[in-house]
């Protein structure tokens, strides 16, 4: 399990590179803790795949979803939920904020960072390896540049991400830890851990070090429960 160090946690990255699921785990994990959680959606400009389509899951969980205006719907509107000023202060419990996918999500967040500055944070930079431009890690360290110059926050972690979907194995997560560590180092920054499914996790566990089991909550429509 992966513990909340901070307040505030964002966790950003390149479109389809697991954010949202590895979001929607660390809600779930420090809900499981018995504290008090907020996963915030600030997907605004893509509507697939966003947090908030698991709001029911996710309540039931003890965890308060705080959601874009128009989630739930194909229209694509840069509005930033009244909530978000609320939950900041940290009263509701500890903040987890999904972001938009590459510097064009992370604009919306840019809206908050005056105040987020002001406060205790930890931005984290999901990143997969089998996706298309970050493949290698001076394109990753490059989008980053751009997310953290969008949203005028700096990032604080790295989070290795790398999987094929129901296509990964054991050796796919071994293979990127190479392309993880030199990642973080271009970019100065700690590698927090590698994810991989629970079932994954467990043959790793001999084999590789800071691997954060998850649990798949994100699928496209032809994934099957097994994925």
């Known amino acids: 399990m992966m513990h909340l160090k901070k307040k505030i946690t964002i966790v950003c990255g390149h479109y389809g590179c697991g954010k949202t699921n590895f979001s929607i785990n660390l809600a779930v994990d420090h809900a499981r803790e018995g504290k008090k959680t907020v996963l915030v959606d600030m997907d605004l400009v893509n509507p697939y795949f966003r947090s908030s389509d698991y709001r029911k899951e996710l309540e039931q969980m003890g965890i308060t979803v705080v959601a874009p205006v128009y989630a739930g719907t194909t229209l694509d509107v840069p509005a930033i939920p009244a909530q978000v000023d609320a939950v900041l202060d940290g009263q509701d419990?500890?903040?987890?904020?999904?972001?938009?996918?590459?510097?064009?999500?992370?604009?919306?967040?840019?809206?908050?960072?005056?105040?987020?500055?002001?406060?205790?944070?930890?931005?984290?930079?999901?990143?997969?390896?089998?996706?298309?431009?970050?493949?290698?890690?001076?394109?990753?360290?490059?989008?980053?540049?751009?997310?953290e110059a969008a949203s005028r926050l700096r990032a604080t972690a790295v989070v290795n991400n790398s999987h094929l979907k129901n296509l990964t194995t054991p050796d796919d997560i071994l293979d990127s830890l190479e392309y993880a560590h030199k990642t973080a180092e271009l970019l100065g920054l700690p590698l927090l851990c590698s994810t991989a499914t629970r079932n994954i996790?467990?043959?790793?566990?001999s084999v590789a070090e800071s691997i954060y089991p998850i649990s798949v909550y994100v699928r496209s429509p032809w994934e099957t429960e097994n994925t």
Request: hydrophobic letters at 40%.
């Open 93 to 147: 419990g500890d903040v987890i904020f999904d972001v938009g996918g590459d510097d064009a999500g992370a604009t919306v967040l840019g809206r908050l960072s005056e105040k987020i500055l002001q406060l205790d944070y930890e931005m984290i930079y999901v990143i997969n390896r089998f996706r298309t431009f970050t493949s290698d890690p001076q394109q990753a360290t490059v989008l980053l540049r751009e997310i």
């Open 201 to 205: 996790a467990e043959k790793l566990s």
